[in-house]
């Protein structure tokens, strides 16, 4: 697990507390009940916060699971993070 994929897992669980499945690529707000509206800008917040970086409304927006979310952090700061 590369430190992307780490710190993702950390802020899921951070976001969603009593969320005890896997943190997979295509985990979105289907799998996870807590993943509504408030719970994705909360998950944004802390993933900004957690890797330093700003996401657009574009990206805010085109997120629909952690794949999305890693796709994004990849472009903004490289898969060696």
Same mark, same amino acid.
């Given at each position: 697990?590369? &430190? %992307?994929?780490? @710190?993702? @897992? =950390?802020?899921? *669980?951070?976001? *969603?507390?009593? *969320? =005890?499945? +896997?943190? /997979?690529? +295509?985990?979105?707000?289907? /799998?996870? +009940? #807590?993943? +509504?509206?408030?719970?994705?800008?909360?998950?944004? $917040?802390? %993933? &900004?916060e957690? *890797? !330093?970086?700003?996401?657009?409304?574009?990206?805010? $927006? #085109?997120?629909? /699971?952690?794949?999305?979310?890693?796709?994004?952090?990849?472009? @903004?700061? !490289?898969?060696?993070?």
């Amino acid at each position: 697990m590369n &430190q %992307i994929d780490h @710190k993702l @897992k =950390e802020v899921v *669980f951070r976001t *969603f507390v009593g *969320f =005890e499945g +896997d943190v /997979t690529e +295509d985990l979105g707000p289907e /799998t996870v +009940d #807590a993943w +509504d509206s408030m719970g994705h800008l909360n998950l944004i $917040m802390n %993933i &900004q916060e957690r *890797f !330093g970086v700003e996401f657009d409304f574009s990206e805010i $927006m #085109a997120v629909e /699971t952690i794949g999305d979310l890693r796709n994004i952090l990849i472009g @903004k700061i !490289g898969d060696e993070e």
